[in-house]
């Protein structure tokens, strides 16, 4: 079985476009997590799914982050209008859900504003 | 509010001698706490959680609700602990991460 796959690893893009990062889960995997983490920091919550829907999206920053995960597999992580204070990396992570279970991660993708 | 907080940004020590990560939370409910790890070039992944209340590689971490802490602990560090630690507290499913404390074990 394949861990949690993150697709690009990286990615380069220009001021104010739009970008799309996407996480492959776990199969069979019920809860679905983004973070970001940014230079010398912990992984930081943006967005929590149980199955397809958003079951916390507290932690997006703005509306220019949305999140989706339409068939409560694959999810894409959506960022209009880029910043390059959204650079960082994003990580993906899976879980079977429930209390105390553990949260795989992907191995994040590089997101750089330029 | 939920709140993790490791003190230390770096630890140094000597292959062969004990290693203590620190790791403080903030919680109004009954917590539950894990360390995890991330080596050079991997992925995070779990290193322990409190409700096992095991040791992985030689690694225990007990929690102290008195102090609200979940120190991380080895006797003897061994330079294939190196790496980036991760303490994590998890609310309804949501984990909340310390900013990690980067443990250099020294040959």
């Known amino acids: 079985g394949a861990g949690v796959s993150q697709t690009p690893s990286n990615k380069v893009t220009e001021k104010g476009k739009y970008v799309e990062l996407r996480c492959d889960p776990i199969s069979g995997h019920t809860a679905l997590y983004w973070y970001r983490q940014s230079l010398g920091q912990g992984p930081e919550f943006l967005i929590y799914f149980q199955g397809t829907g958003a079951a916390d999206d507290s932690g997006l920053p703005n509306d220019r982050f949305f999140a989706v995960r339409p068939e409560g597999s694959v999810s894409t992580l959506k960022i209009q209008r880029t910043e390059r204070g959204d650079s960082a990396v994003y990580l993906c992570?899976?879980?079977?859900?429930?209390?105390?279970?553990?949260?795989?991660f992907g191995q994040g993708t590089r997101l750089t504003v330029v | 509010a939920q709140r993790v907080t490791q003190p230390e940004k770096l630890l140094s020590v000597f292959k062969g001698a004990p290693v203590e990560l620190k790791c403080n939370y903030s919680y109004s409910g009954s917590p539950e706490l894990f360390w995890y790890v991330q080596y050079s070039r991997q992925r995070l992944q779990l290193l322990l959680r409190?409700?096992s209340r095991e040791s992985i590689k030689g690694f225990t971490a007990d929690l102290n609700k008195g102090e609200t802490s979940f120190h991380l602990k080895k006797p003897f560090a061994q330079e294939e602990d190196s790496a980036m630690y991760y303490c994590a507290l998890s609310n309804f499913n949501k984990f909340y991460f310390g900013s990690g404390t980067k443990l250099n074990v020294k040959p």
């Open positions: 992570a899976s879980s079977p859900g429930g209390r105390n279970t553990e949260a795989f």
């Open positions: 409190h409700i």
